[in-house]
């Protein structure tokens, strides 16, 4: 048999797991598969003395004249084994190449069973059933990295699972508690409770997004000794608070916003977690904030363990979450879309109106146009009088400027002096046409394509984020759309369109030198990386926006956070937060690494027995 023969054969067979360049199929299938080929498999591994025992799995190679023989011993009983050993025949020179993967504690492990078998194979339906579990909670929407027992058991726990004696997906809810022999006695949940000299971190992206402005109330679910409510009330906040310990006699009402703040990684009893979350929920008007403690293997690894967690040295429990393991468990249980905002810190809207106004917000950035608007054009409209227009400079200024900051023009709650601007230039348009006149229409035009590439990246993300289509949308969503596209659907389309090229490595290598022409700035390493300050974000190309959109989606708010590195060909995105970043030698002292492809995150610090890493090119960066 030749190598053009071998090819003919193996297109020939009909069953098994057909990937581009290999053909799978399990033992009990050979007799699937042409007769010559059957008979040469056989004949082969007898000549190269690969014993039966020694292989249950063939792997037919299209590109290359070689067979592989596969050692999964576990086929059977395991739902996704784990691969012993290997043999790679070279059919051409008669060699075999062995490989042992009995001992590695990462190695190949195998999916989708089904797919090796004969649809008579007795176990084949329950074969299936693993998969259509893994497929249900999204295990195979990226292939790449699934391959080894690390990266598959780090997804599964990730989604909130893990793999039971039989290797079946379970949820992490459900596995069985291990309670530490020498802990004695109950856990000292009272003693969490820490004294705050700040309000606490949830609490502080509350104030960032405007949300203390005296328009909404407030609970602290779990308030602890109460440090955010003082400061809170303080201000003049409409704000109240309980905690079991702490605060029983507090008042729980509904509330605008409810802060459960890192009360849920302190409770060792699932159920109660779960319930606990639930009820902070219930007493959510428009959103609930909330927040644990993240953590990794090398923290988790200091203390002793009990039931799904550990009990620190002052006899407390903690839960340690990663960032997507706990996004998972809070849309698992609540049902509910979690809008990452910081480490370990999610927002669930209860209202969807103000969840679309929040992400609007989040891509719409206020831009110095004041400092280009003071050019004169001695062209005057002759619908306003000269006399009336210098006489009303600062009114006409104040609706230019909102003009080019929603790009269009406002409608009338849109702009606070409104009835005044109406009274003087009898209307929105006719002020605005005036205002065009004197500063010109560049300026609109370029504000204009700017607030449409907001949008574009707002839509976009939502697409990444399979947010459903909300019925209702704020008012000013609507006129915008009005504005800028001829219709929803038609935005939505574009931002698809964009949404997929920015898979594309040679767009995102063309948006990172186009952002470094552009601002003069950063560090381009050429088909490699560029990194820039966060500052220009919002002025970089919409395809980059959207690239680093989607990885900041899984991790939050950009507020500590000083550089942004885009990996331009590995689909990761690295945060730099800096202490001192105003002197001239600042020091690194946070660095996130989020990796799409994975969906997951890396945290690094460089605190306590870290030594900080100092920025010595920050002139790069200017």
């Not at 601002?519 to 974000?537: P, V």
Request: glycine share 6%; charged share 30%; proline share 3%.
């Amino acid at each position: 048999m030749n190598f053009q023969e071998y090819k003919e054969l193996v297109s020939r067979i009909s069953s098994g797991k057909v990937l581009p360049d290999a053909i799978y199929i399990h033992a009990s299938a050979i007799n699937t598969i042409p007769e010559k080929l059957a008979i040469s498999v056989i004949t082969l591994a007898d000549a190269l003395k690969i014993p039966d025992e020694n292989w249950n799995v063939l792997k037919f190679n299209k590109l290359d004249f070689k067979i592989t023989y596969l050692n999964y011993p576990d086929f059977e009983t395991y739902a996704y084994p784990a691969l012993h050993h290997s043999f790679t025949v070279d059919v051409s020179k008669a060699s075999v190449r062995k490989a042992n993967y009995s001992t590695s504690e990462n190695p190949p492990i195998l999916h989708r069973k089904e797919t090796f078998v004969s649809d008579s194979y007795p176990l084949k339906e329950s074969f299936s059933k693993h998969t259509q579990a893994g497929e249900a909670i999204g295990l195979y929407e990226n292939t790449r990295s699934i391959g080894f027992k690390k990266n598959w058991e780090k997804l599964i726990k990730k989604k909130g699972y893990f793999l039971d004696i039989e290797g079946a997906l379970q949820p992490l809810t459900d596995k069985s508690e291990s309670t530490a022999a020498n802990f004695k006695g109950g856990v000292d949940r009272h003693l969490t409770a820490i004294d705050r000299n700040k309000l606490s971190q949830p609490t502080q992206i509350l104030g960032r997004h405007n949300y203390f402005n005296g328009e909404y109330s407030f609970l602290d679910y779990g308030c602890g000794k109460g440090d955010d409510l003082r400061e809170l009330e303080a201000h003049g906040i409409d704000a109240s608070g309980w905690d079991p310990a702490h605060n029983p006699e507090g008042e729980l009402v509904n509330s605008d916003i409810v802060n459960l703040g890192f009360v849920l990684n302190v409770i060792e009893d699932k159920e109660e977690r779960s319930e606990t979350l639930k009820c902070a929920y219930g007493y959510a008007d428009k959103l609930l904030v909330v927040s644990i403690m993240v953590a990794g293997d090398s923290v988790i690894s200091q203390f002793t363990p009990y039931k799904d967690g550990v009990i620190t040295s002052r006899n407390t429990f903690q839960k340690y979450y990663s960032q997507g393991e706990f996004r998972h468990y809070i849309e698992s249980t609540l049902k509910e879309n979690a809008v990452p905002v910081g480490q370990g810190i999610f927002i669930v809207f209860k209202d969807k109106e103000e969840e679309q106004l929040f992400l609007l917000k989040r891509q719409h950035i206020c831009r110095r146009w004041k400092q280009k608007t003071k050019r004169e054009i001695k062209q005057r409209s002759p619908a306003i009088k000269k006399e009336l227009f210098d006489k009303h400079i600062e009114l006409f200024t104040d609706f230019w400027e909102i003009c080019l900051d929603l790009g269009r023009i406002p409608a009338n709650d849109e702009f606070d002096f409104s009835d005044r601007l109406r009274q003087v230039a009898g209307s929105h348009n006719k002020a605005h046409q005036a205002l065009v006149k004197h500063f010109g229409e560049d300026l609109l035009n370029e504000a204009h394509q700017k607030r449409r590439d907001d949008l574009l990246v707002y839509f976009a993300l939502g697409l990444f984020e399979k947010r459903q289509a909300q019925i209702k949308m704020p008012n000013s969503l609507k006129r915008d759309i009005k504005a800028f596209f001829s219709s929803y659907t038609a935005a939505i389309d574009e931002a698809r369109k964009i949404l997929f090229l920015v898979g594309d490595t040679t767009i995102i290598q063309k948006a990172c030198e186009l952002a470094h022409q552009q601002f003069r700035c950063g560090d381009m390493q050429e088909g490699h990386s560029y990194t820039f300050h966060k500052n220009l974000l919002f002025d970089a190309p919409k395809e980059l926006r959207i690239y680093i959109g989607c990885a900041t989606q899984l991790y939050g708010d950009l507020d500590d956070i000083q550089l942004i590195k885009v990996h331009i060909t590995s689909g990761k995105v690295s945060l730099m937060g800096y202490k001192d970043w105003e002197t001239e030698t600042p020091l690194l002292v946070e660095r996130i690494k989020i990796k799409m492809r994975e969906q997951d995150i890396d945290f690094f610090d460089y605190i306590g027995r870290y030594e900080p890493i100092p920025l010595v090119n920050k002139s790069l960066f200017i």
